[in-house]
């Protein structure tokens, strides 16, 4: 069951998309590198501001408000897509068999490409007010803890938490002059 999507201009989006068969593919630097670069690269090619995200081993979540002409669709489409070429080439080289036969198993049942790393579509919330976007990046730099990888929020490497708290833009910069 596909939920109606709501692209509406100026919205900010709240997003969630999972890795097929939620292999923990993001437990290794040299797989979330990837993610970042590219949301980096997808940020200023398909202009959208990144306002928080928390990349957890077999999902990621990312709050996203395009201030371009790219829809969410065509960014996640576009992104979906290059992290997958990435990935599967990344699994390669470091010579993870089980994750690639994994990615050739996804793409042979879908009938629809030779390898298949995300599952198909992703789940968006159009965020409309300040207060929800508060609560979402609440959502988002908590997940960790709740998941049980860290005792704080502040202790997971791969979040916006840091950038908010601390005022870090180590790993990527997030747009924080919504507020």
Same mark, same amino acid.
């Given at each position: ?15 969630? /998309? ?8 993001? &437990?290794?630097? +040299? ?5 970042? #670069? %590219? ?60 994750? /690639? ?8 049942? &879908?009938?629809? +490409? ?5 599952? #198909? %579509? ?58």
């Amino acid at each position: 069951m596909h939920l109606p999507r709501f692209d509406i201009r100026g919205h900010i989006y709240y997003i969630t /998309t999972v890795v097929h068969n939620r292999l923990p593919l993001f &437990t290794r630097p +040299s797989f979330v590198i990837p993610l970042l #670069d %590219s949301l980096n690269f997808y940020r200023y090619q398909r202009s959208f501001r990144l306002l928080g995200y928390v990349i957890m081993p077999d999902h990621l979540h990312l709050i996203l408000w395009p201030d371009g002409e790219a829809t969410v669709p065509e960014i996640m489409r576009d992104y979906k897509k290059f992290t997958s070429r990435r990935i599967i080439q990344q699994a390669q080289l470091e010579g993870i068999e089980a994750w /690639t036969a994994a990615f050739r198993h996804a793409g042979q049942d &879908t009938g629809r +490409s030779t390898n298949k790393v995300w599952q #198909d %579509s992703y789940w968006d919330t159009n965020i409309y007010t300040e207060r929800f976007l508060r609560q979402k990046l609440n959502y988002v730099h908590h997940n960790p803890v709740r998941a049980g990888l860290v005792a704080s929020p502040d202790d997971y490497p791969y979040s916006s938490y840091r950038n908010y708290a601390l005022g870090e833009d180590w790993l990527i910069e997030i747009d924080r002059g919504w507020f």
